[in-house]
T-cell receptor, first 113, second 109 residues
Framework: DVKVTQSSRYLVKRTGEKVFLECVQD?????MFWYRQDPGLGLRLIYFSYDVKMKEKGDIPEGYSVSREKKERFSLILESASTNQTSMYLC????????????FGSGTRLTVV | SQQGEEDPQALSIQEGENATMNCSYK?????LQWYRQNSGRGLVHLIL?????REKHSGRLRVTLDTSKKSSSLLITASRAADTASYFC?????????FGSGTQLTVLP
């Protein structure tokens, strides 16, 4: 069964900490994405990647960075966590091309205190 | 920027009834997709309809697309309590999907 795995389901971090959210897919997909989901705001795209070592900003990249050193792994980094980054974070992957759906991970609910 | 907007925001029906959700979008698309999300979980891809298609079926799901009106609808027939979830439309424009804010469907047993 194809899968996108996010390393943590729940995470609690302190303000100012550097936070790493990990995402691994086993489908050999070229594309990987990070979204955050907040009530009333839907899903908003943070960063995405179409290839190893390649990244592009989404709609809300401020306060975040990403790393894609290997095709199967896409990491989201909160350089200095703030309370307004408390959210559900969703990783997704898809094959190359515009006609494919995304496969999502189960999500990481991050709370910054 | 949100491209798709679902309507209604919330829908409550009895088991066995049909559920219809609508999605409107603003710019031209390559395709439109519908996803389902159970509470606190990731999204699951349900169905994709291309911009040159008007209707598509998958099991109890029926999706229509009207590119002249920039709208789509998702029909779930003979609903079950297990269909209770949030449903999102997503449009594929240039390079990535943009999601709407979702419809919360509750199916009462």
């Amino acid at each position: 069964d194809v899968k996108v795995t996010q390393s943590s389901r729940y995470l609690v971090k302190r303000t100012g900490e550097k936070v790493f959210l990990e995402c691994v897919q086993d489908m050999d997909h070229e594309n990987m994405f990070w979204y955050r989901q907040d009530p009333g705001l839907g899903l908003r795209l943070i960063y995405f990647s179409y290839d190893v070592k390649m990244k592009e900003k989404g709609d809300i990249p401020e306060g975040y960075s990403v790393s894609r050193e290997k095709k199967e792994r896409f990491s989201l980094i909160l350089e200095s966590a703030s309370t307004n980054q408390t959210s559900m974070y969703l990783c997704a992957s898809s094959p190359q091309g515009p006609i494919y759906g995304y496969t999502f991970g189960s999500g990481t609910r991050l709370t910054v205190v | 920027s949100q491209q798709g907007e679902e309507d209604p925001q919330a829908l409550s029906i009895q088991e066995g009834e049909n559920a219809t959700m609508n999605c409107s979008y603003k710019t031209s698309i390559n395709n439109l997709q519908w996803y389902r999300q159970n509470s606190g979980r990731g999204l699951v891809h349900l169905i994709l309809i291309r911009s040159n298609e008007r209707e598509k079926h998958s099991g109890r799901l029926r999706v229509t697309l009207d590119t002249s009106k920039k709208s789509s609808s998702l029909l779930i027939t003979a609903s079950r309590a297990a269909d209770t979830a949030s449903y999102f439309c997503a449009t594929n424009g240039m390079r990535q999907l943009t999601f709407g804010s979702g419809t919360q469907l509750t199916v009462l047993p």
